[in-house]
């Protein structure tokens, strides 16, 4: 079984312009979660999407958005980049409907922004 | 914000010792989990221990849980040099969705 797929890898922009990543969970779970790691903050929560709803969003600006796919694909998207943003950008999805369970990440998207 | 503070922040040892690595947390929990991280790739789960249990094992992994203290620990046995990665504790309320928050991790390197 494929794992979750995270497009592109690696990306480069510039102050003031938007990006939009993928993430592909593994066939068959509906719960998607986007999480943002920076050596200065750590690993924290962005958003929670399941069944095309999103379920629960973290302490981020608006500039930060995402959604669901009936397929269970999901984007996020950040708008007027800041460099700050620079990030790695994690996506995990999830079988359970219940809370808590184990999360299974994609690779990430690598986000440089300059 | 985070959650939990890990201890040590890094630590190394030689191939074959044991590893502990420490987590603590604030609030109330419905499960705790620790994942690995290679490199700034991705996590990978490891061992997920439920708020009414005290000590789970798997292979070489043990974990407990004192949620009096809240904290708990992570005992890597027999390390092997592939063990080498950064290590987080991930925690959740149990009402909020799939919601986990980390610890700012604990970086391992087993030298060979």
């Known amino acids: 079984k494929a794992g979750v797929t995270q497009t592109p890898r690696y990306l480069i922009k510039t102050r003031g312009q938007q990006v939009t990543l993928s993430c592909s969970p593994i066939s068959g779970h509906r719960s998607v979660s986007w999480y943002q790691q920076t050596p200065g903050q750590g690993l924290q929560f962005l958003f929670e999407y399941f069944s095309e709803t999103q379920r629960n969003k973290g302490n981020f600006p608006g500039r930060f958005s995402g959604r669901q796919f009936s397929n269970s694909r999901s984007e996020m998207n950040v708008s007027t980049l800041e460099l700050g943003d620079s990030a790695l950008y994690l996506c995990?999805?999830?079988?359970?409907?219940?809370?808590?369970?184990?999360?299974?990440f994609g690779e990430g998207s690598r986000l440089t922004v300059l | 914000s985070q959650q939990g503070e890990e201890d040590p922040q890094a630590l190394s040892i030689q191939e074959g010792e044991n590893a502990t690595m420490n987590c603590s947390y604030k609030?109330?929990?419905?499960?705790l989990q620790w994942y690995r991280q290679n490199s700034g790739r991705g996590l990978v789960h490891l061992i997920l221990?439920?708020?009414?249990?005290r000590e789970k094992h798997s292979g070489r992994l043990r974990v407990t849980l004192d949620t009096s203290k809240k904290s708990s620990s992570l005992l890597i046995t027999a390390s092997r040099a592939a063990d080498t990665a950064s290590y987080f504790c991930a925690t959740d309320d149990g009402n909020a969705g799939n919601m986990l928050t980390f610890g700012g991790g604990t970086r391992l390197m087993v030298k060979p």
């Open positions: 995990a999805s999830s079988l359970q409907r219940e809370f808590g369970g184990e999360l299974f």
């Open positions: 609030t109330s929990i419905n499960n």
């Open positions: 221990i439920r708020s009414n249990e």
